[in-house]
């Protein structure tokens, strides 16, 4: 029995049903938390939104679209994989211009692992950040005045 409720439903995306199944105190029977793959990739956006260099997420080559920081959608571009008590993060990324990329990133998996590890007690077993695209200052504001002249 101790064996299933280590168990995880593994789904593979945030946003599905994968979970991680804790058991916190072996003492009590039938108790356990479980974690869905969700929750780990909000934390892993939280933490992405506060790293200098670090712009924004993307929904990757397939989306095509860049999905920027504090909008509604906070797991797209992050994939979860829960194994047992292990996580693997993967995560879309663009970067800002001039930032020095290893730097940013570096700090990134950083953080990603000890805030996650911190707040689930999940081990961070892998972080693998694709570097996306990268954010030029101004070129927002071109594009939005094109917009505006059309």
Do not use: F, W
């Not at 945030?14 to 356990?32: I, T």
């Not at 200098?52 to 920027?68: D, Q, T, Y």
């Amino acid at each position: 029995m101790a064996e299933e409720e280590k168990k995880v439903k593994n789904e593979g995306k945030a946003g599905g049903s994968g979970e991680a199944v804790l058991k916190p105190d072996p003492s009590k029977e039938g108790d356990s938390i479980r974690i869905s793959s969700e929750v780990i990739a909000v934390i892993t956006s939280i933490i992405a939104s506060d790293i200098p260099g670090i712009a924004g997420l993307s929904g990757g080559v397939v989306g095509g679209l860049a999905e920027r920081l504090g909008r509604r959608d906070m797991t797209r571009g992050i994939k979860v994989e829960v194994n047992e008590d292990k996580v693997t993060i993967d995560l879309n990324v663009i970067v800002e211009y001039g930032k020095p990329i290893v730097d940013s990133t570096d700090k990134l998996k950083k953080e990603i692992r000890s805030n996650v590890e911190k707040t689930t007690g999940l081990k961070v077993e892998a972080i693998n950040i694709n570097v996306q695209g990268i954010n030029v200052p101004g070129e927002e504001e071109k594009e939005g005045e094109a917009e505006e002249k059309k």
